[in-house]
């Protein structure tokens, strides 16, 4: 346990290498500053954007101010302990004077989003040191933060996506025809089309293409996240968010269902509408009928147990209209989502009951007792 018996331990892990790292940083402050102090002890342990793990000092900045993006900069070096025996960090200079105090902790919480984070990378690293996490496992945190095989395993459980195309080594395309659809797929498609980076999150790298002319140049800005592209048909209709917590019992629970709703003039939902921009309004919860709020609710239970999901997760949707009645198609689901200020995820659960210190408790408390790796 901690040096402090009474307490809990948590290394809040934050920044990363991906595209994602100040997003990271933002959350990490959010969730540092709602786990309660006379319950736990906090180590805020910070990656930098080469790789480098840090316990941050205390004056490291961690918000978005004036539309300038955190980073994870100076502090002390430590490293993952990967001998299951040592149960946490090692600091690299021996001669810190807060070394010996980072020897062991409890549980991480790795508030990471993005490649060598919520990929399952750092969740393989995590197993292999011993240590409880918050979160999914490798293998539902790789299979999320794959568009292409969250689509499939979807698909194979039953759940509706929207039609697409995946475009692989597109990093390598040497001329702009090199990566172009044939004229069947891009009849198919139709017009919008967003070409994504495969692997990847906060609208990073995403292109809205509403002329086949744009495609190369959206392309090359996806590959340049990730060679690997998709390329998915514009699904129309309200764009609705539900979040999935493990229950006490390790079943999921669904949150209210929210929706997002953009000002005119905004097109979609890009990184600058997320965070810099002043360009959606929330309704939390969602105007929906009861049917449509549990048809959503459903949903998303069955999407995060057609992943393997644990622990968290929330799941992004259209709802339209078909021949049929409703149309309701999942976009994507994401193992860590954003835990800033106006992140979609902890204000759902607000409006569902479960206040934002309770919504960390409970997810370090699972990991801790093994509930939100309880089989299902």
Same mark, same amino acid.
């Given at each position: 346990m901690s040096g402090n018996p009474a307490k809990v331990r948590v290394a809040v892990v934050f920044g990363g290498r991906s595209a994602e790292h100040a997003i990271s940083c933002v959350s990490a402050a959010s969730v540092m500053a709602a786990l309660d102090r006379d319950r736990y002890e906090v180590v805020p342990v910070g990656i930098a954007t080469d790789g480098r793990w840090v316990l941050t000092d205390p004056d490291q900045r961690l918000a978005i101010t004036d539309g300038t993006l955190p980073e994870v900069t100076g502090g002390t070096p430590v490293s993952l302990v990967g001998d299951p025996a040592g149960r946490g960090l090692a600091v690299l200079d021996? !001669?810190?004077? $807060?070394?010996?105090?980072?020897?062991?902790?409890?549980?991480?919480?790795?508030? %990471?989003?993005?490649?060598?984070?919520?990929?399952?990378?750092?969740?393989? %690293?995590?197993?292999?040191?011993? %240590?409880p996490y918050v979160g999914s496992g490798v293998f539902a945190s790789a299979a999320s933060m794959d568009k292409e095989f969250t689509k499939k395993l979807l698909a194979a459980a039953g759940l509706p996506q929207g039609d697409h195309v995946v475009l692989r080594d597109a990093a390598g395309a040497v001329s702009p025809d090199a990566a172009l659809l044939d004229d069947a797929a891009r009849e198919r498609l139709g017009l919008p089309v967003f070409v994504k980076p495969a692997r990847a999150g906060s609208s990073i790298g995403i292109t809205r293409v509403t002329d086949w002319e744009q495609f190369p140049a959206a392309v090359a800005e996806a590959a340049a996240v990730d060679p690997k592209v998709i390329v998915e048909a514009a699904v129309p209709g309200r764009e609705i968010e539900c979040g999935v917590l493990a229950g006490r019992d390790g079943m999921p629970e669904a949150s209210l269902p929210a929706e997002i709703r953009l000002h005119p003039g905004?097109?979609?939902?890009?990184?600058?509408?997320?965070?810099?921009?002043? @360009?959606?309004?929330?309704?939390?919860?969602?105007? %929906? !009928? @009861?049917?449509?709020?549990?048809?959503? $609710?459903?949903?998303?239970?069955? @999407?995060?147990?057609?992943?393997?999901? $644990?622990?968290?997760?929330?799941?992004?949707?259209?709802?339209? !209209?078909?021949?049929?009645?409703?149309?309701?198609?999942?976009?994507?689901?994401n193992t860590m989502p954003g835990f800033t200020s106006i992140s979609m995820f902890a204000r759902m659960w607000a409006a569902t009951g479960v206040d934002f210190a309770e919504l960390v408790d409970r997810l370090v408390t699972g990991a801790l007792d093994g509930g939100s790796r309880t089989a299902r």
């Amino acid at each position: 346990m901690s040096g402090n018996p009474a307490k809990v331990r948590v290394a809040v892990v934050f920044g990363g290498r991906s595209a994602e790292h100040a997003i990271s940083c933002v959350s990490a402050a959010s969730v540092m500053a709602a786990l309660d102090r006379d319950r736990y002890e906090v180590v805020p342990v910070g990656i930098a954007t080469d790789g480098r793990w840090v316990l941050t000092d205390p004056d490291q900045r961690l918000a978005i101010t004036d539309g300038t993006l955190p980073e994870v900069t100076g502090g002390t070096p430590v490293s993952l302990v990967g001998d299951p025996a040592g149960r946490g960090l090692a600091v690299l200079d021996p !001669s810190a004077a $807060r070394g010996p105090a980072l020897t062991e902790v409890d549980v991480v919480f790795p508030v %990471l989003h993005g490649a060598y984070g919520e990929d399952g990378t750092i969740q393989g %690293l995590l197993e292999m040191a011993g %240590l409880p996490y918050v979160g999914s496992g490798v293998f539902a945190s790789a299979a999320s933060m794959d568009k292409e095989f969250t689509k499939k395993l979807l698909a194979a459980a039953g759940l509706p996506q929207g039609d697409h195309v995946v475009l692989r080594d597109a990093a390598g395309a040497v001329s702009p025809d090199a990566a172009l659809l044939d004229d069947a797929a891009r009849e198919r498609l139709g017009l919008p089309v967003f070409v994504k980076p495969a692997r990847a999150g906060s609208s990073i790298g995403i292109t809205r293409v509403t002329d086949w002319e744009q495609f190369p140049a959206a392309v090359a800005e996806a590959a340049a996240v990730d060679p690997k592209v998709i390329v998915e048909a514009a699904v129309p209709g309200r764009e609705i968010e539900c979040g999935v917590l493990a229950g006490r019992d390790g079943m999921p629970e669904a949150s209210l269902p929210a929706e997002i709703r953009l000002h005119p003039g905004v097109d979609w939902y890009d990184f600058a509408a997320k965070y810099l921009d002043d @360009a959606a309004d929330f309704d939390i919860p969602a105007d %929906l !009928s @009861a049917g449509q709020t549990a048809t959503v $609710r459903e949903a998303a239970r069955r @999407a995060y147990l057609a992943l393997d999901c $644990r622990g968290l997760a929330r799941v992004d949707f259209f709802l339209g !209209s078909g021949p049929d009645g409703d149309r309701l198609v999942i976009n994507e689901v994401n193992t860590m989502p954003g835990f800033t200020s106006i992140s979609m995820f902890a204000r759902m659960w607000a409006a569902t009951g479960v206040d934002f210190a309770e919504l960390v408790d409970r997810l370090v408390t699972g990991a801790l007792d093994g509930g939100s790796r309880t089989a299902r």
